[in-house]
């Protein structure tokens, strides 16, 4: 699949995601995703952070499966995430679940500095190889549990959660700078909800669901 067939499918991914957008409008409280994040999607190649057998559906908006019982979220999803999440340049973004990497590299590519947990050392060594290979270097990975976050690291203005937990990490809640936000989504299997958590200055949290989704439940270490 050449360069050109690439780019104009990323492009039509940006297009469905900002469709897909105003159809989730009530859900969301707004009719369209940041243009900072949608142009920062067109930049990104996800096919870079997926299965060589996938590349054919890389700009597809739908989760797609990187091994180990896990998935790359949908890229509508990613982008929801990041706009929820409004990172600013220079901003200390703790990612929970690595996977290959891509929801990283969006980050980055905004200008966030980003400590990203994984569980699974194939995955995170993985990602680690893919974005070096694209040439990000303000991505670092470490293998772990991710509830427990990365707090010789914090505190940090923004934490994105790409896992589902019942409740919200208390560590990830302590590791939260006071007038950050924190987008995790929480719930059992069947019934989750994608959280917008903010913290005042004052360290006073306020909670908003936004909408339904479906994650991987956040796995721990024994």
């Known amino acids: 699949m050449t360069e050109n067939v ?3 499918m990323q492009k039509q991914m940006v297009e469905i995601i900002g469709l897909h957008a105003f159809h989730a409008r009530e859900h969301l409280g707004k009719d369209e995703i940041d243009a900072r994040v949608l142009e920062t999607m067109v ?53 929970i679940g690595t996977g290959l990497g891509y929801h990283a590299a969006v980050l980055a590519t905004l200008g966030a500095r980003v400590f990203s947990v994984e569980i699974i050392e194939e995955l995170a060594t ?12 303000a991505v670092s ?3 772990g549990n991710g ?3 990365w707090p ?3 505190p940090f203005e923004r934490i994105l959660v790409c896992a589902a937990s019942e409740l919200i990490p208390a560590p990830l809640l302590g590791q939260l700078k006071p007038g950050g936000a924190m987008v995790v989504p929480t719930g059992v299997a069947e019934a989750q909800v994608l959280t917008l958590v903010e913290k005042a200055e004052s360290g006073k949290i306020s909670v908003r669901e936004i909408m339904p989704v479906r994650f991987a439940l956040l796995e721990t270490a024994s």
Do not use: C, W
């Open 147 to 149: 509830e427990y976050g």
């Open 126 to 137: 993985q990602a680690s190889r893919k974005l070096k290979g694209i040439g990000l270097s």
């Open 43 to 95: 930049q990104v190649p996800r096919h870079e952070f997926v299965p060589p057998e996938l590349v054919a559906y890389a700009y597809a908006d739908q989760p797609l499966p990187i091994g180990y019982n896990k998935t790359t979220s949908q890229p509508f999803i990613v982008a929801l995430m990041t706009d929820l999440l409004g990172v600013r340049k220079d901003d200390r973004v703790l990612e």
């Open 141 to 143: 990975t470490k293998i």
């Open 6 to 8: 690439l780019a104009m």
């Open 152 to 154: 010789e690291h914090g």
